[in-house]
């Protein structure tokens, strides 16, 4: 069973391959780049906070070869920072939601870190939904449970090939 944890760094799952560039990667490959695996090869994938390290004109592109390498019935996971609930919050009244949605639009600045993760575009739930539908593919469900970062603004995408 083939089971890919794409742009984890260190965030690790159990029986998933780390696909990433940093160090702790078990697989190392930047995701811009097609994976190097077979069509219809993978059973699961799970993308944490990593499309928002993608510029919105690459991302597509990239999206459609995670579908390409996910078998017929795959799962695939993409828990992404929602730009309207981003808004939202930086337009609150409270200071913590006020850095909540800093970190939404930016990434976590307030350490060097490689500017690979910090936020280049913030999807919309429907534009990723729009995306994903015209990727042909067989569910799209939409959840906050068991969101990584900020069940508040932060969205998964539970999809089924």
């Not at 159990?14 to 994976?35: I, M």
């Not at 409270?94 to 910090?118: F, H, T």
Request: charged share 25%; net charge negative; glycine share 6%.
């Amino acid at each position: 069973m083939t089971k890919l944890n794409l742009g984890g760094g260190s965030l690790r799952f159990e029986g998933f391959t780390n696909v990433d560039l940093s160090p702790q990667a078990d697989l190392k490959h930047d995701l811009r780049n097609p994976l190097p695996f077979e069509a219809n090869s993978v059973d699961e994938i799970i993308a944490i906070h990593v499309i928002e390290s993608f510029y919105q004109w690459e991302f597509p592109d990239i999206l459609k070869d995670w579908v390409r390498v996910l078998k017929p019935g795959g799962k695939m996971s993409i828990e992404f920072t929602d730009l309207d609930d981003t808004i939202a919050l930086y337009l609150s009244d409270n200071e913590s939601n006020k850095q909540s949605g800093r970190w939404g639009l930016y990434g976590n600045q307030s350490r060097p870190v490689d500017p690979i993760v910090l936020h280049h575009y913030v999807w919309r739930l429907p534009e990723m939904e729009a995306m994903l539908r015209s990727l042909k593919v067989t569910s799209i469900e939409p959840t906050r449970e068991g969101i990584y970062h900020s069940n508040v603004r932060d969205w998964r995408l539970i999809v089924i090939k």
